[in-house]
């Protein structure tokens, strides 16, 4: 995925911390798309090529990761509010788009690496709008300010910078500013061994490991 530093101080190859851009430390790019290219897997944009731009770490998530993650969510995707965080490349979020969820909201810190994905995105539009939209932001300052919608996002894509102890923060905040519906899907990835912290309400559905990161899919349940 990528990653940068988020919240005050870093943001991912997703959003406020280095993004999945600056601090991916470790994360080799896998796309077979090649160099400064991201090639969508799957959906209505299948093999459709896309511009990466040259940033520090940043590095699109690859593909026999997005395909896992995507094969775990199965039918969880069309129509589904997405909330891409540390979003970086946006690879993870236009996975979900091309699966026809029904908004996918993209927050990624670094302003250029922004305006790339908002590029990205105005090609697949072509002729048509796309229910998209991206935030300049850090993902923590944002999930901590920002309204989130009525009945929350239904599948939440989180990979923040390794080594930056954002995960449990963006975790908490998603609980307890309401960002989630009851049954949200959370999609966390954190660097090998790592333990994160999430809440007690989010029970582990499916997990596997690819080179120095650790992916995580967790449904949520109402609190008791």
Same mark, same amino acid.
């Given at each position: 995925?990528?990653? !940068? +530093?988020?919240?005050?101080? %870093? ?54 990761? !997005? ?19 540390? +979003? ?71 990979? %923040? ?5 954002? +995960?449990? %923060? ?29 809440? +007690?309400?989010?029970?582990?559905? !499916? ?18």
């Amino acid at each position: 995925m990528k990653k !940068r +530093a988020t919240s005050k101080g %870093p943001t991912r190859g997703k959003s406020s911390a280095p993004s999945r851009s600056d601090m991916q430390s470790g994360k080799q790019s896998q796309s077979t798309g090649g160099a400064g290219r991201l090639r969508i897997i799957g959906g209505r944009f299948k093999r459709r090529l896309l511009t990466v731009i040259d940033a520090p770490g940043l590095r699109p998530t690859p593909d026999r990761v !997005r395909e896992t993650l995507y094969n775990w969510l199965g039918v969880h995707v069309g129509g589904a509010r997405v909330l891409d965080l540390f +979003a970086g490349s946006g690879a993870l979020g236009l996975e979900a788009l091309s699966r026809e969820a029904a908004h996918v909201t993209f927050v990624e810190r670094d302003s250029r690496v922004a305006r790339a994905l908002q590029a990205n995105l105005a090609t697949l539009a072509s002729d048509e709008s796309l229910p998209a939209s991206v935030m300049s932001n850090e993902t923590i300052h944002w999930l901590d300010t920002a309204q989130p919608p009525q009945g929350g996002m239904d599948l939440v894509l989180l990979d %923040p910078p390794f080594r930056l102890d954002l +995960a449990a %923060p963006s975790c908490a905040l998603l609980e307890s500013r309401h960002w989630l519906s009851d049954s949200a899907m959370i999609y966390l990835e954190v660097e090998a061994g790592l333990d994160p912290v999430v809440p +007690a309400n989010w029970q582990l559905h !499916r997990e596997s490991r690819a080179g120095d990161s650790h992916g995580r899919l967790y449904q949520r349940h109402p609190p008791a």
